[in-house]
Each structure stands twice: as structure tokens, then as C-alpha cells.
């Protein structure tokens, strides 16, 4: 039984696709969520499919085996916190969250080696509290920065009901995911326009410039991705031209952004490497500039 802990977008997602592919799994509700609306609602193509989907709350559960945490970064505390009765060092914790540094949060619940990465590109978007939208088929790769092996709980039905497989290098998967976040979120939000909009002529030097910087980084860290990056971010630009990014998302819903996490996180890592990141921390201003992190202070 895999349990989903978050109903958001990505959570709803996957619980579909598990119950679809007749995989045991439950998703982790908040408190005061309709426990009796059973129909869940998945919008692929435009077409409807309802799902019947177990629903519960973290309070209810007891001994999860096998945990998927699909909360935003900023929660990952709170929400590990709100299930901790029902997981111990056995419980294998799969996290979704953009961003990286958060096995260290995660190692208080559980042991390291049961802590498992999960790094998504599919799109989807809640209509609302049940109902949500397959929007882009993207793929899921997971990975352990502890093992190389596939688990046995990773079966191949359950890969292929997400797209799923196994990578024996998980670091350099979120590590690109981080560089292509950390440029594309930030600015997508402070100029408040679709991903293809950074290949506009007044916007294109500084992606470029952000993404040599991130290329040293990428070599300081010995990173085997560090060679395509260019053209890996200029393509995800190019196949996400319409997407509004997830940060921009979260500005104009006056909601937390994962700025700390993505470009926080990446900026620690190269203060601690001594490299200089000019047009990063310029970034990092910018965004705080406009968005202060008080709600009252925002535009
Ligand atoms: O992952 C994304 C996000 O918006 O968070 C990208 C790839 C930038 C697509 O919008």
C-alpha cells in the first residue's frame, strides 16, 4: 500500500494512476477535507475520469510502510511532523519536493537508507479541491542517493503507471531540475510572463548569463550534466513556452514560493564553494525586492 501524504496536484495525480493501475495506495487528506466524497475527478485530454480513491487523514493512519511525501518544500516539515506516529525507521519516504537539502529534514522520521528521491516534469493542475488536470505528460525518476539498486516495493506496474523508472543517478537528475528552476521560476515570476518568454531578445542574456554561472557550479560539483545545460534549459524553455512556471503560480495566488529551497539552496552551495554567482544573487534580490516575504508588504 503506497500512501500519498498531500492531495495537491501532483498528489491527485498519482493516486489516480495507482488506483487506475489497481496498485493498493491511500491519499493523506487534511483535517476537515469531505471524507465521503469519494469521486475524484481526472482531466486528461479534456475528458473526465472518476476514480474511487481512499481518502484518510494523517491522525488516522497507523504503520505506513511506504510514504510519498507530494507537499510543497516549505510544508515538508509540517506535514512529516503531522504523520511521525504512523512511520519509523522501516517507513521508505519518497519526496517530491522541488529543490534539494531535504533528506536532512526527512532522516529525522526515518533511516537515511529508506529516504528515496522522486523528480517529476508531468504537468498538473487542480481545478479544484478534486478535480484535477493531467496537463502535460512528463515522466517520474526515482533514485536513491544511498543506493543504486531498484527497491522491490518500485515495481515495473507501478513504474508504468507514472511513467516511471529507476535512475542509478538521482543527484545529477535534481540537480538539473534545481538549475532550470532556479532561472526559469524567478524570473518567470518577477516579470510575470509564460516560460517562452524568456527567449525574447530583452530577456535571453540574462537566462544565458544565469546559465553559465550555473554551468561552473555544476563543474565545481563535478557534475556530469554540467556540459548540457545550455541546451537542456533552452529546451525545457522551448517545451514549456505557454506554461505559467509553478513560482509564478504562487506570486500571483499570494502563496509561500519555493525560492528558498531552489535558489536558496543552490546559492548556500556556492557560498560554501567560494564561486561567486553575481547575476544569481541579483536575481535572488530582485525576487525578494518585489516579493517581500510579509504578505501585508507585497504589491
Ligand atoms: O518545473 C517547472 C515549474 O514551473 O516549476 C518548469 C519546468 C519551469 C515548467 O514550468
Given at each position: 500500500?503506497?500512501?500519498?501524504?498531500?492531495?495537491?496536484?501532483?498528489?491527485?495525480?498519482?493516486?489516480?494512476?495507482?488506483?487506475?493501475?489497481?496498485?493498493?495506495?491511500?491519499?493523506?487528506?487534511?483535517?476537515?477535507?469531505?471524507?465521503?466524497?469519494?469521486?475524484?475527478?481526472?482531466?486528461?485530454?479534456?475528458?473526465?475520469?472518476?476514480?474511487?480513491?481512499?481518502?484518510?487523514?494523517?491522525?488516522?493512519?497507523?504503520?505506513?510502510?511506504?510514504?510519498?511525501?507530494?507537499?510543497?518544500?516549505?510544508?515538508?516539515?509540517?506535514?512529516?511532523?503531522?504523520?511521525?506516529?504512523?512511520?519509523?525507521?522501516?517507513?521508505?519516504?519518497?519526496?517530491?519536493?522541488?529543490?534539494?537539502?531535504?533528506?536532512?529534514?526527512?532522516?529525522?522520521?526515518?533511516?537515511?537508507?529508506?529516504?528515496?528521491?522522486a523528480s517529476n516534469t508531468h504537468g498538473?493542475?487542480?481545478?479544484?479541491?478534486?478535480?484535477?488536470?493531467?496537463?502535460g505528460e512528463g515522466r517520474i525518476r526515482f533514485?536513491?542517493?544511498?543506493?543504486?539498486?531498484?527497491?522491490?516495493?518500485?515495481?515495473?506496474?507501478?513504474l508504468s503507471?507514472i511513467q516511471g523508472s529507476w535512475t542509478?543517478?538521482?543527484?545529477?537528475v535534481?540537480?538539473?531540475?534545481?538549475?532550470?528552476?532556479?532561472?526559469?521560476?524567478?524570473?518567470?515570476?518577477?516579470?510575470?510572463?509564460?516560460?517562452?518568454?524568456?527567449?525574447?531578445?530583452?530577456?535571453?542574456?540574462?537566462?544565458?548569463?544565469?546559465?553559465?554561472?550555473?554551468?561552473?557550479?555544476?563543474?565545481?560539483?563535478?557534475?556530469?550534466?554540467?556540459?548540457?545545460?545550455?541546451?537542456?534549459?533552452?529546451?525545457?524553455?522551448?517545451?514549456?513556452?505557454?506554461?505559467?512556471?509553478?513560482?509564478?503560480?504562487?506570486?500571483?495566488?499570494?502563496?509561500?514560493?519555493?525560492?528558498?529551497?531552489?535558489?536558496?539552496?543552490?546559492?548556500?552551495?556556492?557560498?560554501?564553494?567560494?564561486?561567486?554567482?553575481?547575476?544569481?544573487?541579483?536575481?535572488?534580490?530582485?525576487?525578494?525586492?518585489?516579493?517581500?516575504?510579509?504578505?501585508?508588504?507585497?504589491?
Amino acid at each position: 500500500m503506497i500512501s500519498i501524504l498531500g492531495a495537491g496536484a501532483i498528489g491527485q495525480l498519482l493516486a489516480h494512476k495507482l488506483t487506475e493501475a489497481s496498485i493498493e495506495c491511500q491519499l493523506i487528506v487534511k483535517p476537515g477535507h469531505d471524507l465521503d466524497a469519494k469521486q475524484w475527478q481526472l482531466v486528461q485530454q479534456g475528458q473526465p475520469t472518476y476514480h474511487e480513491i481512499k481518502t484518510i487523514t494523517a491522525s488516522d493512519c497507523d504503520e505506513i510502510r511506504h510514504l510519498w511525501v507530494c507537499v510543497k518544500s516549505h510544508q515538508l516539515q509540517s506535514a512529516l511532523q503531522s504523520i511521525s506516529h504512523a512511520i519509523d525507521d522501516k517507513t521508505s519516504v519518497v519526496l517530491f519536493q522541488n529543490g534539494m537539502g531535504h533528506d536532512k529534514l526527512a532522516q529525522k522520521y526515518t533511516d537515511s537508507k529508506n529516504i528515496y528521491f522522486a523528480s517529476n516534469t508531468h504537468g498538473a493542475f487542480k481545478q479544484s479541491s478534486q478535480v484535477v488536470e493531467h496537463a502535460g505528460e512528463g515522466r517520474i525518476r526515482f533514485g536513491s542517493l544511498n543506493k543504486e539498486t531498484q527497491p522491490d516495493w518500485l515495481s515495473e506496474n507501478m513504474l508504468s503507471a507514472i511513467q516511471g523508472s529507476w535512475t542509478e543517478d538521482i543527484k545529477s537528475v535534481l540537480w538539473q531540475k534545481l538549475f532550470i528552476n532556479a532561472i526559469v521560476n524567478p524570473l518567470t515570476a518577477i516579470h510575470q510572463c509564460k516560460n517562452g518568454d524568456l527567449l525574447l531578445p530583452e530577456m535571453k542574456p540574462m537566462v544565458l548569463a544565469l546559465i553559465n554561472e550555473n554551468q561552473q557550479l555544476a563543474k565545481a560539483l563535478d557534475l556530469p550534466i554540467a556540459d548540457g545545460l545550455k541546451s537542456k534549459v533552452l529546451d525545457v524553455i522551448g517545451s514549456t513556452a505557454n506554461n505559467q512556471s509553478s513560482m509564478l503560480q504562487d506570486v500571483k495566488q499570494g502563496t509561500t514560493t519555493e525560492i528558498d529551497s531552489i535558489n536558496g539552496y543552490l546559492l548556500d552551495v556556492a557560498t560554501d564553494l567560494g564561486l561567486p554567482m553575481p547575476y544569481n544573487w541579483r536575481l535572488w534580490s530582485q525576487f525578494h525586492i518585489k516579493y517581500p516575504p510579509l504578505k501585508e508588504l507585497r504589491e
